[in-house]
């Protein structure tokens, strides 16, 4: 099973990026997804998750209202649209999924994309 992140970048303060996952080696699609954060210096932190439909969506308090969190089942794959970035989010950005259907524990982990935001 592999997690692959990409989509990570250098960009100004007030800037967008979007994050891609794409998983392979086994579907996920009645599973949870989510992306956390490290930055340095600092413990791994949760960003937003989404259930297995996309139905229902959750955010850190630091996020929410700037990014956006989706899924394509069809090809398995989970991403975060990041607007209105500030040089806090700078960090490295993991995808992660959960083996467990309405489980919200992240057993799977994609190797990371680093995310740069300049003031």
């Known amino acids: 099973v592999q997690l692959q992140a990409s989509g990570g970048g250098l960009v100004q303060a007030g800037g967008s990026l979007r994050l891609s996952c794409a998983a392979s080696?086994?579907?996920?699609?009645?599973?949870?997804m989510a992306w956390l954060r490290q930055a340095p210096g600092k413990e791994r932190e949760f960003v937003a998750a989404?259930?297995?439909?996309?139905?229902?969506?959750y955010y850190s308090d630091s996020v929410k209202g700037r990014f956006t969190i989706s899924r394509d089942n069809a090809k398995n794959t989970v991403a975060l649209q990041m607007n209105s970035l500030k040089p806090e989010d700078t960090a490295v950005y993991y995808c992660?999924?959960?083996?467990?259907?309405?489980?919200?524990?992240?057993?799977?982990w994609g190797q990371g994309t680093q995310v740069t935001v300049s003031s």
């Open positions: 992660a999924a959960s083996s467990n259907s309405g489980i919200y524990q992240w057993d799977y």
């Open positions: 080696g086994r579907t996920f699609s009645r599973n949870p």
């Open positions: 989404v259930s297995w439909n996309g139905g229902s969506t």
